[in-house]
Structures are given as C-alpha cells and as structure tokens.
C-alpha cells in the first residue's frame, strides 16, 4: 500500500483541467471517497450510494463533465447541466488527500467560464442540510441560499439551493 497523495504548495501549480474522458472505475472510486464523510450523517442518504462506473459514463453522456488532474491522475470532477438559465453544477468531488489545494475552485471557474460562454445567469447547486462546512465553503466562493428544499416523504428541510451569479 503507498502512503496517501499530500498536496503540496509546489504541486498546486500542476492542477489541470484534463479534456479526456476519465476511467469509470476512477471517477467513482474518486467521488465515494470524497463523499464518504457524509456517510452516517445526511437523510436520506446520497443518491451515490445507488450508482456505479457505468451511471457515471451515463451521466457524462447527458451532462458536461469537467475533470481535474495532476500528473495524468484524477484529482476532481463536477457534472453540469442547464437548469432553466442556470447552470446546475452537482457531484462536485475532489479527492479527499488534494483537499483545500484550490482543486474544487478550479473546478467552480471552469463551470462559472462555461455557464459564460452558453450565456446562462450563474452557476446553481444544492448541498445537505447538515453538512454546514459545505454551506460555508461555497459562501466563500460567492454562492448565496435562495431556497430551502424538502426530498420526497420528508415533512423537514433537507438540502439547500444556492447560487452563484455571474
């Protein structure tokens, strides 16, 4: 077993945005193991637990997936589609060792450059209820709550939607 990936200062500067389509098993293996910390946390659990590789090559087939890398490996990924004149971005995942190294803001630019260039409001996401340190980290990307939302047979508020104009 080799020790985990640590970001360093240096290696910031070699993030990319990878045009190529990532391997499946990758790309799941990667958003299960930054998701993992809500585990046990949020109701009802993330629709990730019901997906596997092949609903990831779906996805991409439908939506616009934007991936990160480092040195050819698989560091982040958001999905984004249009949702009326937003662009909804959702499974925004970065590996959980390349953490706070300005991974996930990459990925957000790309997004907002993208939701730009199709000449769209902003960018649109929802993130749980319970999981505040997400509400903080997007507050500080310039996301604002615009509405609070209930999943299917749940009577109490359990995700949040927020915004992000352009």
């Known amino acids: 077993m080799s020790a985990p990936e ?10 990319e945005l990878d045009p190529r389509a990532p391997d499946w098993d990758e790309l799941h293996s990667l958003i299960t193991a930054a998701y993992a910390y809500m585990s046990g946390r949020i109701d009802p659990p993330s629709s990730l637990l019901a997906m596997v590789p092949a609903d990831f090559a779906q996805k991409a087939a439908d939506e616009h997936l934007i991936v990160a890398s480092v040195d050819g490996r698989l ?10 004149e937003w662009l909804y971005i959702g499974k925004l995942a970065v590996s959980p060792a390349r953490q706070r190294s300005g991974v996930g803001r990459l990925l957000i630019n790309a997004a907002q450059k993208l939701a730009d260039e199709e000449g769209l409001a902003g960018l649109e996401l929802e993130t749980r209820i319970e999981l505040t340190e997400n509400h903080r980290a997007f507050d500080r990307l310039g996301f604002v709550t615009v509405a609070e939302l209930s999943h299917p047979g749940y009577t109490r508020i359990t995700s949040i939607r927020m915004r992000s104009p352009l």
């Not at 640590?6 to 993030?15: C, E, G, L, M, Q």
């Not at 560091?75 to 009326?84: A, N």
Request: net charge positive; with cysteine.
């Open 6 to 15: 640590h970001s360093t200062r240096d290696d910031v500067a070699k993030i």
């Open 75 to 84: 560091v982040g990924c958001v999905f984004c589609r249009r949702k009326s």
